[in-house]
């Protein structure tokens, strides 16, 4: 069969055909290059204008799929989708649209916008583009969820609630909580009447910010809406409350949930009784446990309470607390057991420490890198590096990796107990483990080598960095430099300055002010105030911040570098703000 006439004419006849029922004929023109994309799009199109319901544009859709090297364009897949929604088909219309959602172009802004003015039916459309944000949104393709609320937002098309509770989730989940009040506007500017979860939702966004003016607003936004909070809504404001330390305004939601006939929780009693252990309160906080009702304690409870009596110096209370949680029949976790063996290690009670391990052992309760880490930096800070390295190895034995807590403790110890090129050594590990060194790191190792009169080791270490394959940057000049000049080591910090520059990298606030500070204390004024015009030439500003870390305890000192910092002011490298904030201090 040969069709004949404008294009308009094949379709027509297409559907006819397909209308009619008679696959014969459709099967003479079964031809890859008479059903192209635009074609078949018009097809389904007008097959949906139809009063057949889905008895013949489905069937022709999924027939299309056995053309040899045919495949449903995207706008064509799009235009199913749409007329399954339509006549009610949801699952197959959101199965077909996430068997399409990762094509990389679906999501970017000029596709959705074509696709989004495909069809004008407002409530498919919500529908259809509301499941794409759910998609997205719980696939962790939180950009690509935002993208397609911006376009329903742009074409005026209004999101399901569900679709927007799950976007802002999603955000909160990846801790970009910022944009969950951006998302929240835009769903209100399109008509979205936020309910109690999207409120749960954003009183969340301001537990993580630890907002609390911005979570009462909302509470009283609540309270003029005449909407009534719920369980979750009051946990998390206890739990915010509790994080702030703000014990009167927490035991003041507890009030108001009782007058509101709402029981509290065990999430709620956890988070009153961490409140108070936090503060070392733990009169109050044994008071609160003992007053719970409606609710079971369960591990994080009496963790929480073995934690806070451990904190306090309190460790034969703990051990009851843990002899209590074991009679109840809930046996320790490992949490448990490290808050108890951090206290032993403190104590310096190394050999109860290694009971508790092998208690822990027999009840197979797997330790974790928390409980490796508190003895390898008990028996660093004893100065026992053999121990230290034998329970590293035990710790690698069982499957777990050395982070970056673990290697600061072998480096401070090996520091310690001046075995410098260990020291050294594990520095270097750490780096090559993908860790970065912060300035303590570097403290240890440069204070170990002055005390040794050594700075010529110090110098020689940017060029070991180098000598090992690994990045060298300013931080690392920072560091070392810092360091030299606290120590009053300036020849040796102008050494390193001048090697740094000489590798082509610039010096930076922190660099310039310790080398013009340490200058000024060792009596040089004209090459201090040669490094603050360098400064001045450079615009490098002098933040609060940077300054505290110049003040010390000593009184005469500091009035003596008051001079200095006039200077500084002088120059316009510190604002009159900051300096009226340094000035406070020294009063």
């Not at 915010?240 to 507890?254: D, F």
Request: aromatic letters at 10%.
């Amino acid at each position: 069969m040969v069709f004949i006439g404008s294009h308009k004419q094949f379709i027509d006849s297409v559907c006819t055909i397909v209308i009619k029922g008679n696959w014969g004929n459709l099967l003479k023109v079964k031809n890859a290059s008479a059903f192209t994309s635009s074609t078949i799009h018009q097809v389904l199109l007008q097959l949906s204008l139809y009063d057949y319901g889905l008895s013949h544009s489905f069937p022709f859709f999924k027939w299309l799929d056995s053309i040899p090297n045919y495949s449903h364009s995207l706008q064509c897949s799009w235009v199913m989708i749409h007329i399954l929604t339509e006549h009610k088909h949801f699952k197959t219309a959101q199965h077909m649209l996430e068997k399409i959602a990762d094509r990389d172009f679906l999501p970017s802004s000029s596709v959705l916008r074509t696709l989004v003015r495909t069809h004008d039916n407002p409530e498919v459309n919500s529908q259809v583009l509301s499941w794409l944000v759910i998609h997205y949104a719980k696939s962790k393709m939180t950009h690509d969820a935002i993208q397609v609320f911006e376009q329903m937002r742009l074409h005026k098309v209004k999101p399901h609630l569900h679709a927007c509770t799950v976007l802002l989730n999603s955000l909160l989940k990846e801790g970009v909580s910022h944009m969950v009040w951006k998302i929240y506007r835009r769903m209100v500017q399109v008509g979205v009447v936020p309910n109690m979860y999207i409120y749960n939702c954003l009183f969340h966004a301001c537990s993580k910010a630890r907002d609390v003016e911005r979570a009462e607003q909302l509470l009283n936004e609540l309270d003029l809406k005449g909407m009534l909070p719920d369980i979750f809504t009051y946990n998390t404001l206890i739990s915010l409350y509790c994080k702030k330390g703000m014990h009167y305004e927490a035991l003041s939601i507890q009030s108001r949930m009782e007058r509101e006939g709402i029981n509290l929780d065990i999430v709620s009693y956890n988070s009153l009784i961490y409140g108070f252990c936090k503060e070392g309160r733990m009169r109050e906080a044994i008071r609160m446990f003992r007053e719970i009702k409606n609710a079971t304690p369960n591990h994080v409870t009496y963790t929480t309470l073995i934690d806070g009596y451990c904190k306090t110096n309190e460790l034969e209370e703990s051990l009851k607390i843990l002899g209590l949680m074991e009679s109840k029949g809930l046996y320790p976790g490992v949490v448990t057991y490290n808050s108890i063996l951090r206290k032993l290690c403190q104590d310096g009670r190394i050999k109860d420490a290694n009971k508790l391990l092998t208690e822990m052992s027999e009840r197979k309760v797997q330790a974790d890198n928390i409980t490796c880490n508190t003895l390898i930096n008990a028996y660093c800070k004893i100065g026992d590096m053999k121990s230290a390295l034998k329970f590293k190895n035990k710790m690698l034995e069982s499957g777990l990796k050395p982070d970056s807590y673990t290697y600061k403790a072998l480096i401070h110890g090996f520091c310690k107990t001046n075995e410098l090129e260990t020291a050294k050594e594990a520095m270097f590990s750490m780096l090559d483990a993908g860790f970065t060194l912060s300035y303590c790191t570097y403290t240890w190792i440069v204070d170990c080598y002055c005390k040794k009169d050594n700075m010529d080791a110090v110098l020689a270490l940017p060029n070991e960095f180098l000598s090992r394959g690994l990045c060298l940057d300013v931080s690392v000049y920072r560091a070392l430099i810092r360091r030299s000049c606290k120590l009053e080591r300036v020849e040796c910090a102008e050494k390193l300055f001048n090697e740094m520059e000489g590798k082509g990298l610039s010096g930076d606030s922190v660099i310039y002010t310790s080398l013009a500070y340490a200058y000024w204390k060792a009596g040089n004024a004209s090459a201090s105030m040669g490094v603050l015009e360098e400064m001045t030439r450079r615009r490098l500003m002098i933040t609060v911040k940077l300054y505290r870390c110049f003040i010390t305890s000593d009184v005469s000192e500091n009035k003596m570098s008051l001079i200095f910092w006039n200077h500084v002011v002088d120059r316009g490298l510190m604002s009159r703000n900051s300096m009226n904030k340094i000035q406070q201090m020294l009063i």
